[in-house]
Every structure is written in C-alpha cells, then in structure tokens.
C-alpha cells in the first residue's frame, strides 16, 4: 500500500516509525517524494496518525495505482460566539482582524513593487507568488514595517499573507485559461469598509471546553458560544475527530467560529433503500420531486429576500436620512443587518432540511446540471434575475453529494441538454405552451394539460445513464412500467432531428463536499395526489 502525505518531511517520518520506504520522485530520481510505501495499513495505522490524519490511500492493481479509502475525511462546524464582555478582548479581536488585513495589504504592495521592478530591469528576482516565500519576506521586514506585531497572534499576519497567496493563484490560473468560472482579475487592496474580518488559526492553542459552551483560541482566549458545542467536542474528546484549524469571523456585527476538522469515517451499513427519485428546481416551486413509487412532493420557495423587499426599502430610506456615524444611523444599519441574517439563515435552512428528507427517503437521486449564470442572463427583467438568486440552487448539489455520499447513497446528474420540460413524459413528444416559462404545457399529440414541474420531475426520476443521444444531446427519459411501454419520442419531427449525434455527457457523480449539518427530522413539505401528473 501507498501513502501519500501533505509534505515530504512527513513523508519521512511515517516511513522512519513504520519501516516503511519512502519513494522516488517519477521526475527526479535523486529526490523523495511524498509517498511513502507500506505493508499494511492497519497494522501501522497509529504510527501514521500520530504524524498526520491527512493522507490519501493507494493500492497496486496490476501496473495502475488505484485510489481507497483512508479512513479520515475534512468537515467543519459552525457556531455563533458572544463578543468579550471585555472592551479590552473585544478591541483584541478587532486588532487581529485589522492585522490580518495589514499582512494582506503589505504583500500585496511588495508584489506590485516586484512586478514594477521587474518591467524596469528584466533580471530582476522577484518574491515567489507563495505563502512560504512571502511569509519569509514578512518575517525578515516586520520589526521595520509593523512594530506593533507582537501585539496580535502570529497566525492573523500568516492568514492575511496566506489568502493573498491564494488570490494570486486563482488570478493566474483564471488567466491560463485553466479556472472555470468567470474572469479573475487582479488582487485589490483591502479596506475596513469593503472587507470581512476574519482571521484563521491553525497552531497554537484550539480547543474545545469540555463544558460544551466555550471555544479556546489562541491569543484571544476563550469564547462563549450561542450554541452547544457537545457533537464535535465528544468526538474531539474520543479522538473520532481532530481539529485543524478554526477560523474567527465577524458577519453582520456578530462573531462567528468555524471549525475544520478530520473525523474518522465510519462505513456506512448497507441500505435497504432501493427508492429513486427525480427533482426539479425552480422559482415558483423550489423543488418537485417525483418518487418510484409515484409520489409527487413539492416544497415551497421561500423567497425570504422577496419577502422583506418592502421592509428593506423602508430601512434603506430611514438610513439615508440618518448622519453617517450617529447613533441613528448605527440602528438603521442594525435593522437592515438584522433582515440580511433572516434572509440566510432561512435560504440555508431550508435547503438543509430538503437533502436531509432525500437523503432519508431515497438512495438515489437524480438531478439536473443547471447552469444559473446562462438562467439569469435569459431572465431578462432584473426582478426575474434577482429572483434567480434569491432561490440560491447552487446550494442544492454540493449539500446532497456530501450528505448522499455519507449515507452511502448515489447521486445522477442528467445530461445539461436533457429537455426534462419538453419531453412529454407520457408519450415523448415535444412539448409547447404560451410563453417561455409558462407553468402549463400542451401536448402536441393527446392535447394534454401537463405541469411542467411535474413533468419535468417525472423524467429526471426516469432518466437512465445509457440513454440514447436526443435532439439536444441527451437521452429520452424511459417511462415507468406504470406509463406503459417504453418508447422514443418519434412523434414530433423537429425531436428526431440530429438523432445520431452522440451524447456529450454522461451521468456523473457528485463528490462530497465537508461539512456539517444540523437538521430537523421532519422537514416541511406538501405531498401530493400520486394520480396527478401521471403517465
């Protein structure tokens, strides 16, 4: 077995406490890399993790090098803390975070100054664009360019340097074509009105208190916590969990903790769950989803931006009457802080307790690929565009692979191009109505009144991973027993067009992503005729 640790020293010392031989690097025989190679990793299991719970398995299957589980996995935690009753510790956490944004700001400025030396004598060396390398330089120039270092913890300068780092890489990767996503530009110097402070710690003191209200952090010291920190702390307590690093925030005027952390996976018990489900997400229903056994659940949007429109007009007009700085003006920004957490808080919520009652329910379930900048680019009016983000779907997928991939669950991504609106789920046909988003279809053949969530539900919930290539280069959905027989959307001939062209994607499954959740058991959602809709 191979193992693959976070650096090289670490390398070394997991082959020294386990007998292990460290490898060559395959560019440079002369030099170690980060693998390491073993007998057995159970046998060493305790050697290793006494050096590192971060590191990746490898077993040899014939001359390719495939990837299993180690036993480990990141997640994270977040909870709400109280400001120090303290004026002087509540000065304290501001001075981190300002320090944080100094750091930032000085590396920044020796970089500019690099790249304006550079441009005037073509031999100039310049600072590597690294964390290392940087912090080095700070390290050196400190005591000249903040004579008051020592006064904050070391780990809010390493933080600020850090994220510039880390700025620079997405700008130069966003330039070499080789970031998706929009365009990246260059980093920006940051100020105290446009900048979050936050500061992140990953030596030093982090603990969790074994009284279950109080977090530890380096420098600023403990932290009573709104919340009860006891799932993590037993956990932490048993060695199932250790923290990494725990970052401070500040978000509409509170403290927040986040805490990152490496918990041993315990393998998921195998499911008697053989139900699949489709869902479609929209604006009008957040979510429609059409079970195997043929019932149809919708859950409501929300909308708590929409919501508190009015109020926050209200709230913006009374702020700006107020002077900047006045007490008045303090409220009125409070009040439309105080709106800004609800509208979250709520959004997070109920998406949360939506993959919870999936992940419960379903074992697999399959999902559309959206593409929410190409949505809101063909809403048009800026209403439907703001409505589009109000909804917040791209939380949906990343929060159901995560919690599917725990539970030992599967999640289908359909095809991008999958018309699951337009395909009439009972004959194939193609689909019409009034306008773009009208929330009733006409089938053209039966003359049939078809909702179009529904429908849409209907086909992803049927949609197979070897479907033939459709007009828009994904399958046609295959229709349940209870429908009929199978059959392909041959009524329509613009929906026969183009139909050798092969499909262009498959169905994917979504990785997980870490985190923890908290959610309720029963979460709400409106359960629907299963007639209705039906094939």
């Known amino acids: 077995m191979i193992l693959e640790l976070r650096t090289k020293a670490e390398a070394a010392r997991v082959a020294a406490s386990t007998g292990g031989r460290q490898l060559r690097s ?6 170690f890399s980060r693998r390491v190679e073993i007998d057995d990793l159970e046998s060493h299991r305790q050697a290793v993790e006494s050096v590192s719970v971060l590191f990746r398995c490898f077993e040899r299957r014939g001359a390719e090098l ?15 803390v109280e400001w120090p009753e303290d004026p002087a510790r509540a000065s304290l956490i501001r001075s981190h975070f300002g320090a944080r944004r100094f750091a930032y700001n000085w590396a920044l400025s020796r970089v500019k100054a690099d790249l304006d030396e550079k441009s005037a ?12 390398a940087l912090r080095k330089v700070w390290n050196a120039e400190k005591d000249t360019a903040a004579p008051w270092w020592a006064a904050n913890s070391k780990e809010s300068y390493a933080s600020g340097i850090t994220d510039l780092a880390r700025a620079l890489h997405n700008w130069r990767a966003s330039k070499a074509g080789r970031r ?18 936050r500061v992140r710690f990953t030596t030093g003191t982090l603990r969790l208190e074994a009284d279950r209200r109080h977090l530890t952090l380096p420098v600023v010291g403990a932290l009573r916590s709104k919340e009860h920190t006891g799932r993590l702390q037993r956990r932490v307590a048993k060695r199932d969990a250790r923290v990494l690093n725990m970052t401070l925030s500040e978000r509409w005027g509170r403290l927040f903790v986040s805490v990152n952390y490496a918990e041993r996976v315990r393998a998921p018990q195998p499911s008697a769950k053989a139900a699949r489900c489709g869902v ?5 229903t957040l979510a ?5 056994d043929g019932a149809l659940h919708e859950f409501e949007n929300p909308a708590p931006f929409r919501a508190t429109l009015s109020e926050r007009r209200r709230v913006g007009r009374e702020m700006s009457r107020r002077i900047a700085g006045s007490r008045g003006h303090r409220r009125a920004n409070a009040k439309l802080a105080r709106l800004d957490r609800r509208a979250v808080h709520l959004r997070r919520e109920q998406w949360h307790q939506l993959t919870h009652r999936l992940v419960r329910e379903y074992h697999e379930v399959v999902v559309e690929d959206l593409d929410l900048m190409a949505m809101k680019k063909s809403m048009g009016r800026r209403a439907f565009r703001r409505s589009v983000s109000d909804a917040a779907l791209g939380m949906f997928r990343p929060l159901l692979g995560y919690k599917l991939e725990r539970e030992g669950g599967r999640l289908v991504v359909a095809d991008r191009f999958f018309a699951s609106s337009q395909l009439h789920h009972g004959c194939g046909c193609r689909l019409v109505g009034t306008t773009k988003l009208a929330e009733q279809l006409v089938c053209q053949v039966s003359g049939e009144l078809v909702e179009r969530d529904v429908n849409a539900a209907l086909n992803l919930r049927d949609w197979p991973g070897h479907a033939s290539p459709g007009s828009v280069g994904a399958g046609v959905p295959v229709v349940s027993s209870s429908g009929g027989s199978t059959r392909d959307a041959g009524s329509d001939p613009e929906a026969t067009r183009g139909r050798e062209r092969p499909c262009q994607t498959g169905a994917p499954v979504v990785s997980a992503v870490a985190g923890e959740t908290r959610t309720d058991p029963d979460p709400p959602g409106r359960v629907r005729n299963p007639e209705r809709g039906a094939a």
């Open 121 to 132: 004598d073509p031999g100039h060396e310049s600072t590597a664009w690294t964390s290392a």
């Open 66 to 80: 495939v990837e299993v589980p180690s036993g480990w996995r990141l997640s994270g935690a977040r909870f709400e």
């Open 26 to 31: 395959p560019t440079d025989p002369t030099k």
């Open 288 to 292: 429609t989803v059409a079970g195997s």
């Open 280 to 284: 479609d997400l929209g604006l009008r």
């Open 180 to 197: 998706k996503g929009r365009p990246v530009g260059f980093p920006r110097f940051c100020s105290r009105h446009n900048d979050h402070g």
